[in-house]
């Protein structure tokens, strides 16, 4: 595209993002029996719904899409005999006028749909064919005693074409293309790998993305047989967004103009998390926090994890374990930490508020219209769901969650059980079925408490940890994790393809439990000699001879994720408690995190900005390295760290791939090597693969405590062999002040390889006269 077109498409894109909203559609077509309505929001994303009803096809998009963004001004349309075209400088829909009337053969009698067809094809700004839809489908059946439809809509799929996202799977050991794979896009906390979460959005290779708009049940089958479909259990209609792009930032920044911003978190959710299932007194969670001071390991935040009420849904905090919580949350701030408690959904009939939530009908209800009271059918047998559909409900929960436990001084809130486990499929939530709203659950209610946080404390930024996502989850100021998963060397190895298909979904604040959380067999696998003595942690580990292995590549591998927390169902959790050697290393990446801290912060500012996750996959970065598309054991962590995490036991070596395009510096070694190639790299126990591409600039931060101390940067490390530029950012780390502009210092570096030099643009005019001293230039 020449220099010209693309300035007017920037220009055009950014408008968009500020323009007033125009909800109305572009039009509403008649297909002769199927209505199709389209409408934009921007010029790089078109919205399609289809029914055979046009009042169906009118209505609005569903939960997790801001329909006040919607935007048609860069859209004109035009019509012929072969449909109607609407165009922008990004984009190009056709939906193809109905075919003409005749009469039906006997096939057509006896196999073809009584549907009206609908076909339209999508084109990027080059004009070439993106995406091809061939069919839809509207399947009538009842589900929940209500006559609906399974609805539906077919791709053409060509051979070289290469699917992510849709949410979190974790059936995966590796391979990151969905290509040639069914996903059940559905929440579930059971699923036989570790828990499904759904977030409908789906990146192809090809330069767009499709988001589905349906909360229920559904089925992705990407690119079988010719063919890529979406299935949904209910519905009345057919509704997706299609975005176009050159580019992640160009597609990640519209799907953020579609579902909302992702906000930069509290900078405390960049350092260290200890959590446990869980601490059992206020006087052990102040011990772990007064050793981790006294060991001098930095640490953010100590979470206090569930049963720490009297009941479940007492909304409480027993007196006889926590007796002085304000005090306890007194300390640990003098200490320069934060708190985070868990606050679960559901409510057991023993407790004070059951009867007060059914009467006023704010829980999850049967056909019968009888309050569902726990599973028999599951390990859930006890405690009723709140109906965080229900605005009402929502706001219910919210006061009394704050009334009654945040404001004895913690920080923020931990909403587990957000799938939610109580499945709802076949029960009934105030605004209908669990089946047609199965996904739904965790954006309300995570929303609700969001929303009420700011409205509580509005210049204090939302943190909450929630177990599962849906569309527009982004926005709440969540951070996710992949829910219970096993502490085996498997359950890492599916975290890798996990986590990055789940950030390529547009959830880029992902993260597990390091070590795994499910209770720790006291039983070894070890097929390879040990690299860490055991024989120091047998108070924690029982007989599992090689879990402080484990437990410390997981930590190594959690230094270079978004979140980085310590959990489990274990006796100890914290850092000291697998032995000395297994404690020296996560000790030393424990002060590593905390050096990357200015760097990571600058990402989460560029994530704030585009909608772009600084966890990404590699085909994100080398679009054209066809070795990467299909690789899910390594990734990109912000544009300098390619970070290939050691996932098997006893494993001392291993090939890594270096994508074309670059060269590349082993981080401990300052090796250089050339890219578009395998290599094989060692891997002693405190080592896993981190390379560093070259044209790299990475500042590192002072040694803290944590982020509650002012970090100053002491190292500015330049990785040579081309241009390069890094956008520093700072902030209060606390309030939204950002929103609006204030309080931030920008320091853009770069890098010009021709003359060995790093100039500075911006910021601190102290800190550019300190930059000479602060450079480090490696491999020299």
Same mark, same amino acid.
């Given at each position: ?18 323009? !007033? ?39 609005? &998009? ?20 072969? *449909? ?12 193809? +006028?109905?075919?003409?009337?005749? !009469? ?23 004009? /070439?064919?993106?995406?091809?839809? #061939? ?10 005693? /209500?006559? #609906? ?72 089958? +990407? ?39 992702? &906000? ?31 060991? *001098? ?17 007492? =909304?409480?905090?027993? &007196? ?13 701030? !003098? ?20 009867? /007060? ?29 709140? %109906? ?30 957000? /799938? ?21 659950? &965790? ?27 849906? =569309?527009?989850?982004?926005? #709440? ?35 597990? %439990? ?24 047998? %108070? ?20 270079? =994720? ?77 544009? +300098? ?21 670059? %060269? ?42 944590? #982020? ?12 040579? *062999? ?34 060995? +030099?790093?100039?500075?643009?911006? *910021? ?6 300190? =930059? ?9």
């Amino acid at each position: 595209m020449p220099t010209s077109k693309m300035a007017l498409l920037g220009l055009v894109l950014s408008f968009a993002v500020v323009t !007033a909203a125009n909800a109305t559609p572009i039009t509403t077509l008649d297909r002769k029996g199927a209505w199709v309505s389209v409408e934009a929001y921007g010029p790089n994303v078109i919205h399609v719904t289809i029914a055979a009803d046009k009042a169906e096809a009118l209505k609005a &998009p569903g939960y997790g899409i801001l329909a006040d963004h919607a935007d048609n001004a860069a859209f004109r349309q035009t019509s012929d005999q072969s *449909g109607d075209t609407f165009t922008s400088p990004a984009l190009t829909l056709h939906v193809n +006028a109905a075919p003409p009337p005749h !009469a039906q053969g006997a096939m057509e009698r006896y196999f073809l749909p009584t549907l009206a067809p609908v076909n339209l094809q999508v084109k990027n700004a080059k004009g /070439e064919t993106i995406v091809n839809m #061939t069919g839809w489908e509207m399947s009538p059946h009842e589900v929940a005693g /209500e006559a #609906t439809y399974q609805v539906g809509a077919t791709f053409t799929a060509p051979a070289d074409e290469h699917y992510y996202g849709m949410g979190q799977n974790q059936e995966s050991l590796g391979a990151l293309d969905l290509r040639g794979r069914t996903i059940d896009c559905q929440h579930w906390y059971d699923a036989p790998t570790g828990e499904t979460v759904c977030v409908p959005f789906m990146v192809s290779s090809k330069g767009y993305g499709i988001i589905w708009d349906n909360p229920s049940a559904t089925r992705f089958v +990407a690119g079988i047989r010719g063919r890529t479909s979406f299935q949904s259990k209910v519905g009345e209609r057919v509704s997706f967004f299609v975005i176009t792009g050159d580019n992640p930032e160009a597609i990640y920044s519209a799907y953020a103009r579609v579902t909302g911003k992702t &906000p930069i978190p509290p900078k405390a959710a960049f350092g260290l998390i200890q959590s446990k299932a869980r601490y059992d007194s206020q006087a052990e969670v102040l011990r772990v926090a007064k050793t981790y001071r006294q060991k *001098g390991y930095p640490l953010d935040v100590m979470v206090v994890d569930w049963f720490y009420w009297t009941l479940m849904g007492q =909304l409480d905090i027993n &007196p006889k374990e926590f007796p002085d919580p304000d005090g306890m949350n007194q300390q640990l701030h !003098a200490m320069g930490m934060q708190s985070i408690i868990s606050i679960w959904p559901r409510f057991e009939r023993a407790g004070r508020y059951f009867s /007060e939530l059914d009467a006023k009908g704010y829980l999850l209800k049967d056909k019968n219209g009888k309050t569902v009271d726990g599973l028999p059918f599951r390990s859930d047998r006890t405690g009723a769901l709140i %109906d965080s559909t229900n605005p009402a409900a929502r706001k219910w929960y919210w006061e009394h969650a704050r009334d009654n436990i945040l404001s004895h001084g913690f920080d923020y809130p931990w909403l587990d059980e957000t /799938e939610p486990d109580l499945v709802p499929d076949g029960f009934f939530y105030s605004i209908g079925s669990g089946d047609r709203y199965h996904n739904v659950f &965790p954006l309300l209610h995570v929303e609700g408490v969001a929303q009420g946080m700011r409205a509580w404390k509005p210049n204090k930024r939302v943190l909450i940890l929630s177990r599962a996502a849906y =569309l527009g989850s982004q926005r #709440t100021g969540a951070l996710f994790w992949s829910s219970d998963i096993d502490p085996t060397w498997e359950a890492l190895q599916r975290q890798i393809p996990t986590g990055l298909n789940m950030t390529a979904s547009g959830i880029a604040y992902w993260g597990n %439990d390091i070590g795994g959380w499910q209770f720790l067999p006291q039983t070894s696998n070890a097929t390879k000699p040990l690299l860490l003595d055991p024989s120091g942690a047998r %108070d924690t580990v029982g007989q599992n001879n090689d879990y402080p292995e484990l437990l410390t590549r997981w930590f190594e591998y959690g230094t270079f =994720l978004p979140t980085l927390r310590l959990h489990g169902d274990r006796k100890h959790t914290e850092i000291w408690a697998f032995g000395k050697p297994a404690e020296a290393i996560m000790a030393r990446y424990d002060r590593l995190r905390y050096q990357l801290i200015p760097y990571l912060y600058s990402q989460a500012k560029i994530t704030y900005d585009t909608g772009t996750p600084f966890m990404r996959p590699l085909w994100m970065d080398f679009p054209n390295d066809p070795n990467v598309v299909n690789l899910g054991t390594q990734y990109m962590f912000g544009p +300098a760290f390619l970070v290939a995490p050691v996932t098997e036991q006893g494993q001392t070596e291993k090939n890594v791939y270096l994508p074309a395009g670059s %060269d590349w510096y082993n981080f401990w070694t300052n090796e250089k090597l050339t890219g578009g190639r395998w290599v094989k790299v060692a891997t002693p126990i405190d080592q896993i693969p981190v390379f560093v591409r070259a044209g790299s600039i990475v500042p590192l931060g002072s040694d803290v405590q944590s #982020t509650a101390s002012k970090q100053s940067i002491t190292e500015i490390r330049v990785y040579p *062999g081309k241009d390069g530029d890094f956008v520093m950012y700072d902030d209060d780390g606390t309030s939204y002040d950002y929103e609006k502009g204030k309080g931030a210092t920008v320091t853009k570096l770069h890098w010009n390889d021709a003359s060995g +030099a790093l100039s500075v643009a911006g *910021g601190d005019k102290a800190f550019a006269k300190t =930059l000479q001293g602060l450079t480090k230039v490696m491999g020299k």
